[in-house]
């Protein structure tokens, strides 16, 4: 069973950063596209990045688009999101996902196999 575990949510104000981190246990990471997801009470989950198996190929929501950034560290099995001049929409669950061994990139939950628990972003305005 592979495991993810996200890190770094909390509360901070409109136009401030935050960057939020997922460890993942599983032994062929690079063979995974990973996906940042969110989700509010009530709606559901909404794609906000994701990164191909070498870090070379990212896609974003027009809605974060220039202003989040998703990386990976293969060594150290984790994906981040930096998000930056955050807005009080984006206040939100974040979840990543990791998708399906050697799959495309994808913008749809269905395609991720595992999940983390989720890390709570709060912007205030």
């Known amino acids: 069973q592979v495991q993810l575990v996200e890190s770094g949510g909390g509360l901070v104000q409109a136009g401030d950063s935050l960057r939020v981190s997922c460890a993942t246990s599983e032994r062929t990471f690079s063979n995974r596209a990973m996906g940042w997801f969110r989700q509010t009470p009530g709606r559901e989950r909404e794609f906000v990045a994701a990164i191909s198996g070498t870090g070379l190929r990212t896609n974003y929501a027009d809605s974060v688009k220039g202003r989040f950034t998703i990386s990976r560290d293969n060594a150290k099995n984790t994906v981040y999101l930096q998000m930056n001049s955050l807005k009080p929409e984006d206040t939100a669950v974040y979840y990543c996902?990791?998708?399906?061994?050697?799959?495309?990139?994808?913008?749809?939950?269905?395609?991720?196999?595992?999940w983390g628990q989720g890390t709570q972003v709060t912007v205030s305005s």
């Open positions: 996902g990791a998708g399906r061994p050697l799959y495309r990139l994808s913008n749809v939950p269905d395609d991720y196999d595992y």
